[in-house]
């Protein structure tokens, strides 16, 4: 009986433990089978919710590699012993495969006598033929790509792409065999002979020639090759395709010159051309033939249009030709697999914060990638909903860190599309030629004289606008962000498209930089204005012409510029021009005088689009006290720069946007028929060819009077210490009527007398106090007189060309 006690006692540790032991490996199995459950689920719902991509060639090696490990093995407490990885196994077989290709070309460029060698060599050549060449470079390429294929830079070789080499390579040899021309039934002889394609090509090219022909062949191989590219290379048919409509653009003008210059003229060459002669020129679309007389034939110069422009004195214009001017900008390079791997990570990301999507269109621009996603569906307790657009515009900044980008635009959604925009910035951004935009199809179709290219869009398509259609453009952004270069590139687009005639300018510069290399182009109606206290003057005479050009339209029952100058060249008089003034910087104009500046502003724009007056306004401040409410308002057609905030993008365009733009050039236009701002990169026109270009209406202005005078220029010829209101602009062009015509009388009797007073004109002249005060103070304007009066009134600062008083030369 003591006994049993003790045996119980000594069991029930040890069945405890037993027990414990078989509940812990009872536990540890369970939570083992759970975690083998549940691994392949969660690799299942993985694989569903990864986006889909195309299998690579190392995927699909590891796939059919046939010495795997065991995956299940039942003694646990023993190590597996494992072999060496596939990754290693695969730089193996691309070090020996280079290795093969390497011996194999060098054994090809210095033949030897060596057995292994010339075997190989003679097996090579019966089975490529000249294609043989080809062979070891694809080995080598091969090999190198299986070593370095972990590398970002090198592209991912999918399945679809090796076999789109293959094929290549096999039509190669076909076209190869098809050069050597064997007779019928020969196509293997010569393969034996190492000729041709070898027994690959004779094989293939056996069975296409029997089948098709010799003609037929040639077809199908040419077809052959087209879709070997396409696979090979990843792209479509029509991206193979386009270099040749610039190609067949380049050999229309080539021909085009050589016709003009082939109609017994000789060509001569001159480093600066100046047409002194009428000048034939070869067809515009843009503009009509003159209609004077036939021109005198006169040298012409190769490759440069010339557009004979008359003014009126009687002078002939020649338009400068764009490809004399303008440089063409380089080709640029994509890269596709960096496109594929930016959307598997949009994907990726927006789908791990509850947004999937799927990215259905991908264009690539000059700055940005815009990526376009459709929003997919999720769960809810009412069912599956689509994703919000809103929330995947909030992602921005999480996109941004996943694809580690300096700034995102979400653009939700994308007008006229089904579709989200995410807009990443390219790794180098490429750079916009003008001379590429003005050559494009969009610009061509525009037949206005004041289009002008603005830039390139997302997809990388030529954007240009009409100036006339806008009628006013405002551009704004902060400092080195684009908008001189915007302006020089609206300016260059005038000057090529428009003789003096056509287009006169007005442009004001207090930067004294940016506009002052325009000083002598025959365009403009006065040097440019660098000193800020004549822009108002200038402002103020624009309007006294708008009001001139409007008595002009309604005497010839004209509704516009358009209908008055058709009226004109009907009866063959002197046509009325377009006016452009340019404003590089607004910020300083209102802060000298913002009622003034304002009140003339929101007048020019209101009514000033009929007469064929426009104005073009750039700020790098834009704040609400600059551009303001009534000048914003009539300004529809708006340039936004990057900027530093929200609220400055709010101001140019109404929107946020612009505080995620890149800088250089990058640019949201909104035009006026447009329902929302489009995303660009601005052209670029280098100093050069500004040069190039001012050169060119230099030259041809050295031949007729200039459009304003030196000596009366507004630079000299207006005080600086004036009020505004009292001083106008371009004396020598304002109307004679608008002065008192005893202004004369009363000078000479001035410096007759040596001194000028009100009481003595009202006197000698017998006028009013009122009158004689405004002779006085037009004097004064003129430098005549001094402003502060002294004890016998005024002194006299200009005598002209009467000399001073004998009392004052005894002095």
Same mark, same amino acid.
């Given at each position: 009986?003591?006994?049993?006690?003790?045996?119980?006692?000594?069991?029930?540790?040890?069945?405890?433990?037993?027990?414990?032991?078989?509940?812990?490996?009872?536990?540890?199995?369970?939570?083992?089978?759970?975690?083998?459950?549940?691994?392949?689920?969660?690799?299942?719902?993985?694989?569903?919710?990864?986006?889909?991509?195309?299998?690579?060639?190392?995927?699909?090696?590891?796939?059919?590699?046939?010495?795997?490990?065991?995956?299940?093995?039942?003694?646990?407490?023993?190590?597996?012993?494992?072999?060496?990885? #596939?990754?290693?196994?695969?730089?193996?077989?691309?070090?020996?495969?280079?290795?093969? %290709?390497?011996?194999?070309?060098?054994?090809?460029?210095?033949?030897?006598?060596?057995?292994?060698?010339?075997?190989?060599?003679?097996?090579?050549?019966?089975?490529?033929?000249? %294609? #043989?060449?080809?062979?070891?470079?694809?080995?080598?390429?091969?090999?190198?790509?299986?070593?370095?294929?972990?590398?970002?830079?090198?592209?991912?070789?999918?399945?679809?792409?090796?076999?789109?080499?293959?094929?290549?390579?096999?039509?190669?040899?076909?076209?190869?065999?098809?050069?050597?021309?064997?007779?019928?039934?020969?196509?293997?002889?010569?393969?034996?002979?190492?000729?041709?394609?070898?027994?690959?090509?004779?094989?293939?090219?056996?069975?296409?020639?029997?089948?098709?022909?010799?003609?037929?062949?040639?077809?199908?191989?040419?077809?052959?090759?087209?879709?070997?590219?396409?696979?090979?290379?990843?792209?479509?048919?029509?991206?193979?395709?386009?270099?040749?409509?610039?190609?067949?653009?380049?050999?229309?003008?080539?021909?085009?010159?050589?016709?003009?210059?082939?109609?017994?003229?000789?060509?001569?060459?001159?480093?600066?051309?100046?047409?002194?002669?009428?000048?034939?020129?070869?067809?515009?679309?843009?503009?009509?033939?003159?209609?004077?007389?036939?021109?005198?034939?006169?040298?012409?110069?190769?490759?440069?249009?010339?557009?004979?422009?008359?003014?009126?004195?009687?002078?002939?214009?020649?338009?400068?030709?764009?490809?004399?001017?303008?440089?063409?900008?380089?080709?640029?390079?994509?890269?596709?697999?960096?496109?594929?791997?930016?959307?598997?990570?949009?994907?990726?990301?927006?789908?791990?914060?509850?947004?999937?999507?799927?990215?259905?269109?991908?264009?690539?621009?000059?700055?940005?990638?815009?990526?376009?996603?459709?929003?997919?569906?999720?769960?809810?307790?009412?069912?599956?909903?689509?994703?919000?657009?809103?929330?995947?515009?909030?992602?921005?900044?999480?996109?941004?860190?996943?694809?580690?980008?300096?700034?995102?635009?979400?653009?939700?959604?994308?007008?006229?599309?089904?579709?989200?925009?995410?807009?990443?910035?390219?790794?180098?951004?490429?750079?916009?030629?003008?001379?590429?935009?003005?050559?494009?199809?969009?610009?061509?179709?525009?037949?206005?004289?004041?289009?002008?290219?603005?830039?390139?869009?997302?997809?990388?398509?030529?954007?240009?606008?009409?100036?006339?259609?806008?009628?006013?453009?405002?551009?704004?952004?902060?400092?080195?962000?684009?908008?001189?270069?915007?302006?020089?590139?609206?300016?260059?687009?005038?000057? #090529?498209?428009?003789?003096?005639?056509?287009?006169?300018?007005?442009?004001?510069?207090?930067?004294?930089?940016?506009?002052?290399?325009?000083?002598?182009?025959?365009?403009?109606?006065?040097?440019?204005?660098?000193?800020?206290?004549?822009?108002?003057?200038?402002?103020?005479?624009?309007?006294?012409?708008?009001?001139?050009?409007?008595?002009?339209?309604?005497?010839?029952?004209?509704?516009?510029?358009?209908?008055?100058?058709?009226?004109?060249?009907?009866?063959?008089?002197?046509?009325?021009?377009?006016?452009?003034?340019?404003?590089?910087?607004?910020?300083?104009?209102?802060?000298?005088?913002?009622?003034?500046?304002?009140?003339?502003?929101?007048?020019?724009?209101?009514?000033?689009?009929?007469?064929?007056?426009?104005?073009?306004?750039?700020?790098?401040?834009?704040?609400?006290?600059?551009?303001?409410?009534?000048?914003?308002?009539?300004?529809?057609?708006?340039?936004?720069?990057?900027?530093?905030?929200?609220?400055?993008?709010?101001?140019?365009?109404?929107?946020?946007?612009?505080?995620?733009?890149?800088?250089?050039?990058?640019?949201?236009?909104?035009?006026?028929?447009?329902?929302?701002?489009?995303?660009?990169?601005?052209?670029?026109?280098?100093?050069?060819?500004?040069?190039?270009?001012?050169?060119?209406?230099?030259?041809?202005? %050295?031949?007729?009077?200039?459009?304003?005078?030196?000596?009366?220029?507004?630079?000299?010829?207006?005080?600086?210490?004036?009020?505004?209101?009292?001083?106008?602009?371009?004396?020598?062009?304002?109307?004679?009527?608008?002065?008192?015509? #005893?202004?004369?009388?009363?000078?000479?009797?001035?410096?007759?007398?040596?001194?000028?007073?009100?009481?003595?004109?009202?006197?000698?002249?017998?006028?009013?106090?009122?009158?004689?005060?405004?002779?006085?103070?037009?004097?004064?304007?003129? %430098?005549?007189?001094?402003?502060?009066?002294?004890?016998?009134?005024?002194?006299?600062?200009?005598?002209?060309?009467?000399?001073?008083?004998?009392?004052?030369?005894?002095?």
């Amino acid at each position: 009986m003591p006994k049993k006690p003790t045996k119980t006692t000594t069991r029930k540790p040890a069945a405890t433990k037993r027990s414990t032991a078989t509940g812990k490996s009872t536990a540890s199995k369970k939570s083992t089978n759970a975690k083998s459950q549940s691994t392949p689920t969660a690799r299942t719902k993985a694989a569903h919710s990864s986006p889909k991509s195309k299998p690579s060639l190392a995927r699909s090696v590891r796939s059919l590699w046939p010495f795997k490990g065991k995956s299940g093995s039942k003694r646990a407490d023993r190590p597996i012993v494992t072999g060496m990885s #596939m990754d290693r196994k695969l730089d193996l077989i691309g070090i020996g495969l280079a290795l093969i %290709g390497l011996l194999t070309l060098l054994a090809l460029l210095s033949p030897t006598n060596a057995s292994v060698t010339a075997g190989w060599m003679s097996l090579i050549a019966r089975g490529f033929g000249w %294609g #043989m060449y080809i062979f070891p470079v694809a080995l080598m390429l091969l090999g190198l790509w299986l070593v370095l294929r972990n590398f970002e830079q090198i592209p991912q070789l999918s399945v679809e792409r090796l076999l789109g080499l293959f094929s290549l390579f096999a039509c190669l040899l076909t076209a190869f065999h098809l050069f050597a021309s064997p007779p019928a039934g020969e196509a293997y002889t010569i393969a034996e002979q190492g000729r041709g394609g070898g027994y690959t090509g004779g094989f293939i090219y056996g069975i296409l020639e029997a089948n098709l022909g010799q003609a037929g062949t040639a077809i199908a191989l040419a077809a052959w090759f087209i879709i070997s590219l396409a696979l090979a290379f990843d792209v479509s048919v029509a991206d193979l395709f386009k270099w040749l409509p610039p190609l067949i653009i380049k050999i229309q003008d080539r021909l085009d010159d050589l016709r003009s210059n082939g109609n017994g003229h000789s060509p001569v060459q001159r480093p600066k051309p100046v047409p002194t002669e009428n000048i034939p020129h070869k067809d515009s679309q843009s503009r009509q033939p003159s209609t004077d007389a036939p021109p005198i034939p006169g040298p012409v110069v190769p490759t440069r249009t010339f557009l004979p422009r008359q003014d009126g004195n009687g002078h002939e214009w020649a338009l400068p030709a764009v490809q004399n001017i303008l440089d063409s900008g380089g080709d640029v390079v994509h890269d596709d697999d960096l496109d594929r791997r930016r959307a598997s990570v949009i994907e990726e990301t927006l789908s791990s914060f509850g947004a999937p999507v799927n990215v259905v269109e991908i264009n690539r621009g000059p700055t940005i990638t815009q990526f376009g996603v459709e929003p997919d569906f999720v769960e809810s307790r009412t069912g599956r909903v689509r994703v919000r657009v809103g929330k995947i515009a909030s992602l921005a900044d999480d996109l941004a860190l996943a694809l580690s980008a300096r700034r995102i635009r979400v653009e939700a959604p994308v007008p006229g599309k089904g579709f989200v925009g995410i807009e990443v910035p390219n790794e180098e951004v490429a750079l916009v030629a003008l001379r590429d935009v003005i050559e494009s199809e969009a610009f061509r179709r525009l037949k206005s004289p004041l289009r002008f290219a603005v830039g390139q869009d997302v997809a990388g398509n030529a954007v240009a606008a009409d100036l006339a259609a806008m009628p006013h453009l405002l551009i704004a952004g902060a400092t080195g962000s684009g908008k001189s270069v915007c302006v020089n590139t609206l300016i260059c687009c005038l000057l #090529m498209y428009n003789a003096p005639d056509d287009l006169r300018l007005i442009m004001v510069d207090p930067k004294r930089v940016e506009l002052t290399g325009y000083n002598g182009i025959p365009h403009l109606l006065a040097p440019v204005v660098v000193e800020m206290e004549r822009v108002v003057g200038a402002l103020q005479w624009v309007l006294r012409e708008m009001d001139q050009r409007y008595h002009k339209l309604a005497q010839a029952g004209s509704r516009n510029i358009n209908d008055y100058n058709a009226k004109l060249a009907a009866r063959g008089e002197k046509k009325m021009p377009h006016l452009v003034v340019l404003i590089d910087e607004l910020a300083d104009l209102m802060m000298l005088a913002p009622d003034e500046t304002e009140r003339t502003i929101t007048r020019l724009a209101q009514l000033a689009r009929a007469t064929g007056i426009h104005l073009v306004i750039a700020t790098q401040r834009p704040s609400v006290d600059v551009v303001t409410g009534l000048i914003k308002a009539n300004f529809p057609a708006r340039i936004a720069f990057a900027v530093a905030s929200g609220v400055d993008s709010r101001v140019i365009l109404d929107q946020p946007g612009a505080e995620r733009l890149l800088g250089r050039g990058d640019m949201l236009f909104h035009a006026p028929e447009a329902a929302a701002p489009l995303r660009l990169q601005g052209a670029f026109v280098s100093d050069n060819e500004i040069q190039r270009l001012v050169q060119f209406w230099q030259d041809q202005a %050295g031949y007729v009077e200039p459009s304003y005078s030196p000596e009366s220029g507004p630079v000299d010829a207006i005080p600086a210490g004036l009020p505004l209101k009292q001083m106008p602009l371009w004396e020598e062009m304002e109307a004679e009527e608008r002065a008192d015509p #005893m202004l004369n009388e009363a000078i000479d009797l001035c410096r007759r007398q040596g001194r000028a007073s009100i009481s003595m004109l009202q006197r000698r002249l017998r006028i009013g106090y009122t009158r004689a005060a405004r002779i006085i103070e037009t004097m004064q304007d003129k %430098g005549i007189i001094g402003t502060e009066p002294g004890p016998q009134g005024f002194e006299i600062l200009d005598y002209g060309q009467a000399a001073p008083p004998l009392e004052e030369q005894g002095e």
